[in-house]
């Protein structure tokens, strides 16, 4: 699925612009604060403005056709999770081995390719942009402390319901705080130090 700049954004680009036709005068909806580029923002219904410059922050983690379940892999095709954080969150994880309020931990997937340019051998990730998920902390606007959204494009976005599996597998398998730090090897090592494991992970 190929990334696209939805009308959304280019309005509200255009609107500010323009003098006297900012968002207000035109009726479409304020991020809520906070507004700085790296942590959650929020419309007034609810949903999430899409992280547009997550690639920026923290790399934590790749993964190539990782899987919590048994099911049988697509045949001929494979994907890449490419794991970032903000900057903020990941500095006080550094310090505390836990995470902060307005923590983003954002997914990327890409599809992943054996063959091109002068590759002979092992998958290298394309330009086959798949989707974007991200775990946000805010123990004030969500039960349980997390909640998740999936993005297809750049549109902002609604939670994911809490009936929704990733809930209860993070919850019963994130090494620490609910959040799967068990795959991100800079950090286990500090939430063993930190002694911020969750009491019932297993390695």
């Known amino acids: 699925m190929k990334m696209s700049v939805p009308s959304f954004v280019t309005l509200v680009a255009l609107l500010a612009a323009t003098p006297g036709l900012g968002p207000e005068s035109s009726g479409l909806a304020k991020a809520d604060a906070p507004t700085d580029a790296s942590t959650p923002a929020f419309l ?5 403005t899409y992280p547009r410059q997550y690639r920026e922050w923290i790399f934590l983690s790749s993964g190539l056709d990782m899987s919590y379940t048994n099911a049988p892999a697509m045949a001929g095709s494979s994907m890449f999770d490419n794991v970032f954080v903000n900057p903020e969150a990941y500095h006080e994880f550094l310090r505390t081995g836990t995470w902060p309020d307005h923590t983003l931990l954002v997914m990327e997937s890409r599809g992943g390719s054996t063959k091109g340019s002068i590759n002979k051998r092992g998958q290298f990730q394309t330009d086959d ?5 991200v775990h946000v902390k805010d123990t004030r606007r969500f039960t349980g402390g ?6 297809g494009g750049t549109e902002p976005v609604q939670q994911l ?41 297993k390695p």
């Not at 997390?146 to 993005?151: G, Q």
Request: charge should be neutral; charged fraction near 15%; glycine fraction near 8%.
């Open 129 to 133: 942009f798949m989707g974007v998920e």
């Open 146 to 151: 997390w909640a998740f959204f999936a993005f």
């Open 44 to 48: 007034p219904d609810g949903r999430l």
């Open 161 to 201: 319901p809490a009936a929704a599996p990733c809930y209860s597998c993070h919850r019963d398998h994130g090494a620490v705080d609910t959040t799967f730090v068990q795959f991100y090897p800079t950090l286990l090592p500090i939430a063993r130090q930190k002694g911020t494991l969750a009491p019932g992970y």
